[in-house]
Nanobody, 127 residues
């Protein structure tokens, strides 16, 4: 059974940093397409960043502030978030898409194409 478990969320002031982790069990990230999404209250889930372990992709709203990475030895996906702003406040989710569902490429971030999801971790940024 595949499980993705996020951790590392919390409350920070604007300008601060957080590092989110997503540990996988029953699944190996390898070169599959993995991503971070977020959802604020009353808004749709939006894609934040994605990678296949080689190329990384970022939403314009986080480019230059967030960094996605993965440690295949630990089977863990990370999202380093720097220079946080109140607009980053949301529940953050990790997601994984086996190669059979399609590789990572620019624009391939519809949530419906991701087979596995974590339960989410809350990030709150105060001004």
């Amino acid at each position: 059974q595949v499980q993705l478990v996020e951790s590392g969320g919390g409350s920070v002031q604007a300008g601060g940093s957080l590092r989110l982790s997503c540990a996988a069990s029953g699944y190996a990230y390898s070169s599959d397409c993995v991503a971070w999404f977020r959802q604020a209250p009353g808004k749709e889930r939006e894609w934040v960043a994605g990678t296949d372990g080689g190329v990384s992709y970022y939403a314009d709203s986080v480019k230059g502030r967030f960094t996605i990475s993965q440690d295949n030895a630990k089977n863990t996906l990370y999202l380093q978030m720097n220079s946080l702003i109140p607009e980053d406040t949301a529940m953050y989710y990790c997601a994984a898409r086996p190669l059979s569902y399609g590789r990572c490429y620019s624009g391939s971030w519809s949530p419906t194409t991701f087979a596995y999801w974590g339960q989410g971790t809350q990030v709150t940024v105060s001004s």
